[in-house]
């Protein structure tokens, strides 16, 4: 059953969850970790007991690989939808799954100031208005003093794309521009002004991690997400059958695609 709240662009077929799988793998692969190794070394250092809340987790494939990498703390995955959740008897022994809509005004008493990591991926799909000040007060809310906060984020405004410059510029901005068809005054520009909002919020110990530029072995990997990621948003934002063309016509132009990665990391105040 879908929220009432659901403001999702993309879908929740199986595809997708596959997508989201290769994706993970990805981010690891371009990073180097999934867990950024400061955030890793205080969830070792908080030892047996230790918890970290996964927001929109999706089909959870983060947290069912950082909990085999941290045997003694518990993950509990928040998703607004249940529909990617693996099914209950296959999650780890210290991996659970809960549908909670983090943009909601209020977070549920019993997980306020619960947890000592809180990390969420890749929820630019779901803020239309470009104000990330709920998701941000979710966050705040979960987190224990002291506790840090992992925010993983695409560029969102601008995609780059290498063929030794032959590729139409279009594609650079064609995310953006495909979803202000359906969303004139939609705006990415929160992703960009993330430090600057978190330390509004009173987070310390900011800092940010790019990747502009894929790596070359990946670019074959993440040009097909890329296209896929188009794809499924043209499919559930109804934007008919020339926007499907336009990108199966890109294909064949063959360019490399890539959304640079923004990744933020902040400390609520101890
Ligand atoms: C692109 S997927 C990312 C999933 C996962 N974080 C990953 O990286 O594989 C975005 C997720 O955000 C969830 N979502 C959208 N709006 C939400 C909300 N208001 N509260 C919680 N989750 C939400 C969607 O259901 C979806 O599972």
Redesign the pocket.
């Known amino acids: 059953m879908e ?1 009432k ?4 662009v ?1 879908t ?1 077929e199986t595809h ?1 969850s596959i997508r ?2 290769a ?2 793998f990805l ?1 690891q692969r371009e990073l180097g970790w999934n867990l950024h190794p400061t955030i890793a070394k205080h969830l070792q250092d908080a030892g047996t007991g230790a918890s970290v809340a ?9 947290m069912v690989e950082e909990s085999a990498n941290h045997p003694r703390a518990h993950f509990t995955g ?4 249940d ?2 959740f693996p099914r209950q008897e296959n999650w780890p022994s210290n991996v659970q799954f809960e ?6 005004a209020a977070v549920p008493e019993r997980l306020q100031g619960g947890f000592d990591v809180v ?8 803020i239309r208005d470009g104000n990330a000040d709920p ?1 941000i007060e ?1 966050f705040l809310a979960l987190l224990k003093p002291g506790g840090y906060l992992q925010w ?1 984020e695409l560029h969102g405004v601008r995609q780059w794309t290498s063929s030794n410059g032959a590729a139409d510029p279009k594609w650079n901005t064609f995310g953006t521009s495909m979803m202000k068809k359906r969303v004139p005054d939609s705006s990415f520009e929160w992703i960009a002004a993330r430090s600057e909002t978190l330390a509004r919020h009173g987070m310390v110990d900011i800092s940010q991690i790019n990747v502009d530029k894929p790596s070359p072995a990946l670019r074959k990997h993440w040009t097909d997400n890329e296209f896929a ?1 188009m794809e499924d948003m043209a499919t559930s934002m109804r934007l008919g059958e020339e926007v499907l063309q336009e990108l199966a016509d890109g294909k064949k132009q063959g360019f490399d695609w890539f959304s640079p990665l923004r990744v933020v990391i902040a400390r609520k105040a101890p």
């Open positions: 929220h709240g659901d403001t999702y993309l929740r997708s989201l799988t994706q993970h981010w996964e927001i929109a987790c999706g089909n959870g494939l983060w928040f998703d607004i939808s529909a990617f549908k909670l809509d983090a943009a909601a990390h969420c991926r890749l929820m630019l799909g779901a998701w979710t993983d990621i």
